[in-house]
């Protein structure tokens, strides 16, 4: 049985509140995510989730609240915190006119990694995404789940205790989906490593996740295992109980694809 003390937590979230002028985009919100756990963050378009994620790798501040990552303060320890996390975006963030082992090195010199290092760093997780092979091919001649797996590999090319991942299979068809949740898991096992992913695939967060938090308008409405939603919510799937929390209305979505590039650029250091 996992503890909880401090030591075990990769993410520690507490009375956490941001406010845009009167909009309140995430309302005083708490939670814990263990070292090594899989957790499924969850909600509709304008949810709050991708606020919560730009506060915790460090992007915005907290109106309210405190919050930890890997033990470092997002706000006053920034350089830390980024160093301990990766990141895969929803959106393409590749440079489609370089090769997949430029991309890696490009983001391995970012991240100071020793020229040496870089190398087997880069071979290992090319190797480990089945694009060895691929590595001197431009980027732009990749399909979909090809860059996927290389986006994958560079976010892991710091060797980070913690992958977030903002809906890493959206737009893959189901081959993809399945080989890409496989590489997930095996980092997960093999690597500890903690994952803190969103997805409006139901199917694959009930299948995947140890823990499952649902957001709306701004506020925490569960968390818990999927057995112990299912069971609270009188649904057999986690769709059913996560349209029984949220309803059936339709939301609009607010980030656009610009604003998740500049976020990405921000984080990497990019003009």
């Given at each position: 049985m996992k503890q909880n003390s401090s030591e075990t937590l990769a993410?520690?979230?507490?009375?956490?509140?941001?406010?845009?002028?009167?909009?309140?985009?995430?309302d005083n919100i708490s939670f814990n995510v263990q070292q090594g756990e899989i957790f499924a963050f969850l909600g509709p378009n304008g949810a709050g989730k991708t606020t919560t994620i730009k506060m915790l790798t460090t992007l915005l501040h907290p109106t309210i609240g405190t919050l930890h990552v890997n033990n470092f303060d997002p706000i006053h320890q920034q350089e830390d915190a980024r160093k301990s996390f990766g990141i895969v975006?929803?959106?393409?963030?590749?440079?489609?006119?370089?090769?997949?082992?430029?991309?890696?090195e490009f983001h391995a010199v970012l991240y100071h990694i020793p020229k040496k290092l870089r190398a087997e760093r880069i071979q290992y997780l090319l190797n480990f995404?089945?694009?060895?092979?691929?590595?001197?091919?431009?980027?732009?001649t990749f399909s979909g789940g090809m860059k996927r797996r290389l986006e994958i590999a560079r976010g892991l090319v710091h060797h980070p205790k913690i992958l977030f991942l903002d809906e890493p299979t959206l737009g893959l068809d189901p081959?993809?989906?399945?080989?890409?949740?496989?590489?997930?898991?095996?980092?997960?096992?093999?690597?500890?490593?903690?994952?803190?992913?969103?997805?409006h695939y139901m199917e694959e967060a009930q299948k995947i996740a140890d823990k499952v938090a649902i957001i709306d308008h701004g506020k925490l409405l569960t968390q818990g295992s999927v057995k112990e939603l299912l069971h609270n919510t009188q649904t057999k799937t986690l769709e059913e109980a996560f349209l029984k929390l949220t309803g059936n209305s339709i939301r609009e979505e607010h980030s656009s694809a610009k604003e998740r590039m500049r976020t990405a650029n921000k984080i990497w250091g990019r003009k």
């Open positions: 993410i520690s979230v507490k009375n956490l509140t941001k406010k845009f002028k009167e909009f309140v985009a995430v975006f929803q959106d393409p963030s590749l440079d489609d006119e370089l090769t997949a082992y430029e991309n890696m995404v089945g694009l060895w092979d691929r590595k001197k091919d431009f980027v732009k081959q993809t989906r399945n080989h890409h949740w496989t590489y997930i898991k095996e980092l997960n096992k093999n690597e500890k490593m903690t994952i803190f992913l969103t997805t």
